[in-house]
């Protein structure tokens, strides 16, 4: 109950595409959703985050879609660029803690 | 500001031998979390720490593992004895307060264990 699944492992993009990941939880007592980016032999740092009452969030090129019934939420990556390159993780927090999915390594072609 | 600051970078020691790492939040942060991210998994909450006391340390391995955060600043954590399977990034994060939606990562201690 206490698990966020992620999907995919890792993904591979051609520049200007759509990267798409993909999160689900079970439980429903979790009130906040981030994803975090990292890269090597950096630590995370937020991207973006979304709470369980709004479908959907934009920022720049970077949106996550909420949706509440499944118990799932997705990170998309619009006019992906290789500077996206990264390693991405969607996380679900539930008194102030946060349970961490297992990463996306994600990798833009040129 | 800067950032959140961790040491040693990396660190390779013997199982059985024991290993500390250091954690400097960013400044006015009352909130310290340790996490342990073993390759290819998202991180995983060893401690957090409201100033100096305890928030949860329900996940920490307190037969060999110990951490704290004296005058609710920086913070040690230290392994002893290192196993095999402690080969992992450390990482420090802080945030502003407790309910605060951001926590800011340093770069982490990469040990292996041998």
């Known amino acids: 109950q206490q698990q966020v699944k992620q999907s995919p492992q890792s993904l591979i993009v051609q520049k200007g595409g759509i990267s798409i990941i993909n999160c689900a939880y079970e439980?429903?007592?979790?009130?906040?959703f981030p994803w975090y980016q990292q890269f090597p032999g950096k630590g995370p740092a937020l991207l973006i985050a979304i709470r369980p009452d709004v479908s959907e969030k934009k920022e720049g090129r970077f949106t996550i879609s909420f949706n509440k019934s499944a118990k799932q939420f997705s990170l998309h990556i619009m006019d992906s660029q290789p500077g996206d390159s990264a390693t991405y993780f969607c996380?679900?927090?539930?008194?102030?803690?946060?349970?961490w999915g297992a990463g996306t390594k994600l990798i833009i072609k040129p | 500001e800067a950032g959140v600051a961790q040491s040693p970078r990396y660190k390779i020691i013997e199982k059985r031998q024991s290993v500390a790492f250091w954690c400097n939040p960013i400044s006015g942060h009352a909130t310290l979390y340790w996490y342990q991210q073993i390759l290819g998994q998202g991180p995983k909450l060893l401690i957090q720490f409201q100033n100096n006391g305890v928030v949860d340390d329900s996940q920490l391995p307190k037969d060999r593992f110990s951490a704290e955060r004296l005058k609710g600043v920086d913070s040690t954590l230290k392994i002893q004895p290192a196993k095999l399977e402690d080969s992992a990034v450390y990482l420090c994060a802080s945030s502003l307060y407790l309910a605060d939606n951001e926590q800011f990562f340093g770069p982490g201690t990469r040990l292996t264990v041998l």
């Open positions: 439980n429903t007592a979790f009130d906040y």
């Open positions: 996380a679900a927090r539930r008194d102030y803690q946060l349970i």
